[in-house]
């Protein structure tokens, strides 16, 4: 069902220091708006208690519910006061609360005039860079309320991706600040909104590096939603639906629209799978993509992060796969991953044995590539498929294209079927990333040990560590 979004910005919060809620609290809050010189008709308090009911206050404040729903029915402008209470606490008339401002946001379907009445943003704590030069720190962001559509997530682990470092730095372009990276995101639904049915309560779930695209255009028709013609909504500083920001998933929760939403299944870890929803689609769609099986020769490009799952998966496909690593350090951990063969690509005869050896060759590195040398490297019809990103730009030789009727291949991410599908396979195959669990207040010295590639294979935080 259609509908509009009416988003209404407050403009002034006023919050006694050392404020308990209870019925004096909101009536003094209601009488210092009022005198406030805002042009609004009606004062609302909305209590956050995330993933609770109202509660002990829901008496007190029901007929301020009741008036601002009355009042959105007629079109009357609202105010709105948003309380934000601790987020495990039951709400109590001692319970200490913290003002905020925020948008109130009503939803009008133009069908059948309902008004949806949402309560409010949610405060939550995160890890946020305040620029791109200061190290991340503890703080708190604000989510959207849950809308019909929305599932209210409470995240359990976030993984670290080379990709949040270039954003929260401004390397891939001038990022949104403060800003809370994190798209490899597990936790537990613990709130759904009126219209949700993928989704309940308790559900293990994912968010991978997306959060909505049109769902009209071709690609989203044909479950590639990153590919979205108007643009897929990334997971952090993306320009959402409401104009609005997105933050990551370094944070103790995220709300977001259902169909964005992935079910971990019950053999996965949340841990481990939380790298999956960006490291292991970004691998699995082109081995997919390009026939990983039975009787086809992969070599993967660089045992990191990415690397790392590509090697379990295309193993796990049946594929012939071979590490072409810089030196021959993680030898043992790209065999015990499931490679058959591993080189160092330090050493130059590797290029000669293994010349036209290789139906996909999966360039999971970042790091500029002799993109002749490893087209050498594949046999008639084969594939050098670019998963990993250098910003410089790479020249080639058509020649060893055309003799060979080779291709040269990019992919971005997976959609969400696809994501689905990647998921379910791993834990079917038991796979899972390799990771090394961190505490909140190590997220900047985990960044530096990525940039020195000092990590073994994900570094995923606790979020538990964030409260
Ligand atoms: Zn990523
Ligand atoms: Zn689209």
């Not at 403009?11 to 809050?29: E, Y």
């Not at 964005?260 to 929803?277: C, H, T």
Request: a negative charge.
């Amino acid at each position: 069902m259609a509908q509009r979004s009416v988003t209404t910005t407050v403009s002034q919060v006023v919050a006694p220091p050392g404020a308990r809620l209870g019925g004096r609290l909101i009536t003094s809050l209601v009488a210092s708006a009022v005198l406030q010189p805002i042009n609004a008709t009606l004062i609302s308090v909305a209590l956050v208690p995330i993933g609770q009911s109202l509660g002990a206050c829901a008496a007190e404040i029901a007929w301020l519910v009741t008036a601002l729903y009355l009042a959105s029915a007629v079109g009357q402008p609202v105010v709105g006061l948003f309380v934000d209470l601790p987020s495990t606490d039951r709400p109590s008339q001692d319970t200490p609360v913290r003002m905020s401002t925020g948008r109130w946001r009503r939803e009008v379907s133009p069908d059948d005039r309902t008004i949806h009445c949402g309560v409010v943003l949610l405060t939550v704590h995160a890890y946020a860079a305040p620029s791109a030069t200061e190290p991340l720190a503890k703080t708190t962001i604000t989510r959207r309320d849950v809308g019909p559509h929305d599932v209210l997530i409470k995240i359990e682990y976030a993984g670290i991706c080379h990709s949040d470092i270039h954003t929260v730095r401004s390397e891939w372009g001038e990022a949104h600040y403060p800003l809370a990276p994190g798209h490899e995101i597990a936790g537990v639904v613990v709130e759904t909104g009126s219209a949700v049915t993928k989704h309940r309560v308790g559900d293990r779930v994912g968010v991978g590096c997306m959060v909505d695209s049109c769902g009209k255009c071709v690609s989203c028709r044909n479950g590639e939603e990153q590919y979205c013609l108007e643009g897929m909504v990334a997971t952090y500083d993306g320009i959402d639906r409401d104009g609005t920001v997105t933050q990551g998933g370094y944070s103790t929760h995220v709300v977001v629209a259902e169909d964005f939403v992935l079910k971990i299944p019950d053999g996965l870890d949340l841990a481990v799978a939380a790298p999956l929803l960006c490291a292991g689609i970004t691998t699995y769609t082109p081995l997919r993509r390009h026939g990983a099986g039975p009787g086809k020769r992969v070599a993967v490009v660089g045992l990191g992060g990415l690397g790392h799952m590509a090697v379990q998966i295309a193993h796990a496909m049946g594929a012939e796969v071979t590490v072409l690593s810089q030196s021959l350090k993680k030898r043992e951990d790209g065999l015990r991953l499931g490679a058959d063969h591993y080189y160092a690509t330090s050493d130059e005869s590797t290029f000669e044995t293994l010349a036209g050896s290789f139906d996909l060759v999966l360039n999971t590195v970042s790091a500029v590539l002799d993109i002749d040398r490893y087209l050498s490297l594949l046999a008639v019809g084969g594939t050098l498929a670019f998963v990993g990103a250098p910003a410089e730009s790479l020249g080639f030789g058509v020649f060893p294209l055309l003799t060979n009727r080779r291709s040269l291949s990019g992919s971005m991410i997976g959609g969400i079927g696809q994501t689905q599908e990647m998921l379910d396979f791993c834990a079917e195959h038991g796979l899972g990333a390799e990771i090394e669990i961190i505490s909140a207040d190590r997220i900047n010295e985990a960044y530096e040990r990525v940039l020195a590639s000092d990590v073994r294979y994900r570094f995923v935080i606790d979020t538990s560590t964030l409260d």
